[in-house]
């Protein structure tokens, strides 16, 4: 399973990559200017940070993912249920809906899924 661990800051910034990549880094820090009030400088060393961290690359002033967005997210899905549920996708669903009322396109997308798995698996 990926660990990559982001700060609320980070992800802000990474679904900024995600969502124009592949991107110039000079109209990266534009972006980052106008959607995070971030100066040139911060735009540079998170970059950095979350290249070191291998999510993505700076290569020529290009930047591009190494880590998708689904893969990303996923991942982190399985962490949250890995930690706070004790594995257990069943938990999980059960916390997750026991406050929250599902349409009935909800449950029917929830029923195909598992009608899908059952014939996968």
């Given amino acids: 399973m990926m660990d990559i661990e982001l700060g609320a800051v980070?992800?802000?910034?990474?679904?900024?990559?995600?969502?124009n990549e592949p991107?110039?880094?000079g109209?990266?820090?534009?972006?980052?200017e106008k959607e995070l009030n971030w100066k040139k400088p911060t735009t540079?060393?998170?970059l950095r940070k979350l290249c070191g961290k291998g999510l993505f690359r700076n290569v020529d002033g290009i930047v591009t993912?190494?880590?998708s967005r689904e893969d990303f997210y996923s991942a982190k899905s399985e962490q949250?249920?890995?930690?706070?549920?004790?594995?257990?996708?069943?938990a999980f669903i059960a916390a997750f809906t026991s406050k929250k009322d599902l349409t009935e396109q909800e449950v029917d997308?929830?029923?195909?899924?598992?009608?899908r798995f059952k014939k996968e698996g």
């Fill in 80 to 90: 949250i249920i890995e930690d706070s549920y004790e594995g257990s996708l069943p």
């Fill in 44 to 46: 540079y060393t998170v």
């Fill in 10 to 19: 980070q992800e802000r910034f990474a679904d900024i990559v995600w969502a």
């Fill in 65 to 67: 993912s190494i880590v």
């Fill in 109 to 115: 997308e929830i029923q195909k899924m598992i009608d």
């Fill in 23 to 25: 991107i110039g880094s």
């Fill in 27 to 32: 109209e990266l820090v534009k972006i980052c």
